[in-house]
């Protein structure tokens, strides 16, 4: 920090060619949304994604198991310990557990009820049942090995390092069917800790007042912004992405690209940054709306995720749904994933580079109206063989995201919805 001054003294001049990719708005200070800056680039924006955590091992002490899981555990040879002893038994989805609080006590710090459950409830998915063997609990009972993930959405809660507060925890699957219950756990609850968020910095930068403001704060805790990045494309439309720059602002410094502008460095930055490989994605948006279909077709699924997400990203605001009884043709030959699905669905209805969901809950909302299409409407599913042979029943491990682990979304599903919605759905 430096000791004396702001960290900005005198910004006179400012770059006139450099082109400036990205507006940071404040929405969260005052009642109306301020532009903070524009800058050319934003370095920690774009970050090549983790490796995937591995596994871990659970165990459901003193557990009085039911429906899947007492037949897992039937499949399960029991006594089963010691390490090496690894191959799965037995499998299911979700394992959540809902901790029973004492009724006679408050309830613990931050715990918020739902019906069922609470806020303490976790949830263990992609478990592997290991086997069981007699718990020193109680007679009767077991305690049950697995291996598996638990679901992590910090944006709800980040898990407890101790246990909760609980008489007892009932178990039980994704569709609320009765698992049975446990006394404690062993695995799940222990000291995680929070991702380090990587420093971001703010490349060839013209602050606006309020950031110059901020910049010439002398005490650091006060030096805190809060922005949301907007995507500039060539003829200065600026589009609203979901990433929320949060952190505190540690340097400026005569840019490297321009002296004319800063480069201003935070102490941290987004949850969660684009993945590195959808830079390309925005550069192309950047020249202007993709003008061919399919641009899409040699992405992985997380980098179709990302074309979706830019698809929502840049779509345009008020612009009228086309009336009912249109015919669609959707382009079925890359729909080799549920990814693929939304990024042809989004052109089949709104053209190259068109949005139309880019998960099951926004697609479902789109069908509703509002996205482009007004329904009744009808879809020619050009080339369907290929989602009937990629879209089947199972267990989907997108490499790309753990938070949509969960069982598949076939085609079946979709036929589903489209029905629902009034759609008639013709497979070529
Ligand atoms: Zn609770």
Redesign the pocket.
Known sequence: MPASGGLVEDLSTWAQDLPLRWLLVDEYTGDTDVAVAVCADVDGLFVAPEPLPEPERYTLVGCAPAGPLREALDAAPAPHDGPGDTEPRAWLPTVMLD?V?DPQRP??HG?QRYDPG???SEELFDVEVLGHRPSAARDGLVDVEVRGRLRILPEMHWPLARP?DAQRFLLHGRENEPLGVCRSTTGIFHHRPYPTEQPVTLVGCRPEEPLLKLLRRRSFRKRHLQATVHAVDATGRAVRTYKVLSAVVTAATPSRLDPGLLDITLDGGFDEPFSDGAREIYDLWYAGRPSRRNLWAGYDRGLRHEWAGAALFHRPQDQPDRPPGRTYHLDGRFVTDIEGFYCAIGEAVNGPGGYFGWNLDAFDDCLRGGWGARRPFRLVWHHAEVARRNLVPGYDRPAYDLRSWHPAFTLDDLLGMFAEAGVTVEPR
Do not use: G, L
């Open positions: 901790p609080h309830a613990p715990c609470c806020s303490c909760p």
